[in-house]
């Protein structure tokens, strides 16, 4: 995995608009760049058998946590049963909400569905557009929280990935998924996709690529807290905002709360 660190919002729009690999780039945006890139589904797994402990690895072999002499610690079967639990269950309590006559879903389309509205899912998000994934970043580094004195420290930093997809990326259990469904209205809006690594091997995504060999075509960017006032102003300017991004009655109100508080900070009052 290549590794780069910026301290400016223009040396990280230079990056983006000089660096461009041969292929189609995929990115996502981390509050930490100690977390793993890893589903919902696998964040649970990677909490498993001491993952919580300080300490733990959550990359890849992960300490031979999963392992007890050359077998698994959990039976066969229990992966994939566990994982599609949550699916099933969450078709039982849609019933009767999808509205009159909804259409048939395929499995991947209801993984999106169920995602799309808070799902443990495989799946993992990702967006085709990089200042998408700043402003969601740059809006958790801004924390709108109710803590009076909520701001970033000066150490405090950002982490986004991107990912390239060639003609490797695929294969031995990982698939990029680009659904099409009316009712992922905001997908479309922020041009997202996601990732589905279906292995019990690898809970996370940096481990299955770098121990495949495909570890290239993952690029890890950090941006300092520093880059928050000038990144948010210009994402402003280009009209990236939660109304865009989240066109229904939740982007306006996440919307305004931003623009309200924004005014008190620059005021000193928060």
Same mark, same amino acid.
């Given at each position: ?49 001491? #993952?919580? *402990?300080?300490?733990?690895? /959550?990359?890849?072999?992960? !300490?031979?946590?999963?392992? @007890?002499?050359?077998?698994?610690? $959990? ?65 958790e580094l801004f924390r709108l929280s109710d ?25 031995? #259990?990982? *698939?990029?998924?680009?659904? /099409?469904?009316?009712?992922? !209205?905001?997908?479309?809006? @922020?041009?997202?996709?996601?990732? $589905? ?5 690898y809970f996370e995504l940096q481990g299955f690529?770098?121990?495949?060999g495909r570890g290239d075509l993952l690029t ?51």
């Amino acid at each position: 995995m290549k590794t780069y660190a910026f301290t400016t919002w223009r040396a990280f729009g230079d990056f983006v608009d000089d660096d461009r690999p041969d292929c189609p780039v995929y990115w996502r945006g981390q509050r930490d760049p100690d977390w793993p890139l890893a589903s919902s589904f696998e964040r649970i797994l990677l909490a498993m058998e001491g #993952g919580s *402990r300080p300490g733990a690895s /959550q990359i890849y072999p992960y !300490g031979n946590r999963y392992r @007890q002499g050359a077998s698994r610690v $959990w039976p066969a079967g229990f992966y994939q049963e566990t994982r599609d639990r949550y699916l099933d269950l969450f078709k039982r309590s849609v019933s009767g909400l999808r509205g009159a006559n909804p259409i048939e879903l395929t499995t991947d389309q209801w993984w999106a569905l169920g995602r799309h509205y808070g799902l443990i899912t495989p799946l993992l998000d990702w967006t085709e557009k990089p200042y998408v994934t700043a402003f969601f970043s740059l809006m958790e580094l801004f924390r709108l929280s109710d803590d009076p004195v909520a701001r970033p420290a000066a150490d405090e930093s950002i982490t986004i990935y991107r990912l390239c997809h060639t003609e490797r990326l695929e294969g031995d #259990g990982l *698939r990029v998924l680009q659904p /099409q469904l009316d009712e992922l !209205g905001r997908l479309q809006h @922020q041009r997202g996709l996601f990732t $589905w690594l279906d292995s019990e091997t690898y809970f996370e995504l940096q481990g299955f690529l770098d121990n495949t060999g495909r570890g290239d075509l993952l690029t890890q960017i950090t941006l300092s807290a520093d880059v928050l006032g000038d990144g948010l102003r210009d994402l402003d300017t280009h009209g990236i905002d939660y109304r865009m991004l989240l066109p229904d009655l939740t982007g306006a109100a996440l919307d305004a709360n931003a623009r309200a508080d924004q005014r008190l900070r620059s005021m000193g009052l928060r």
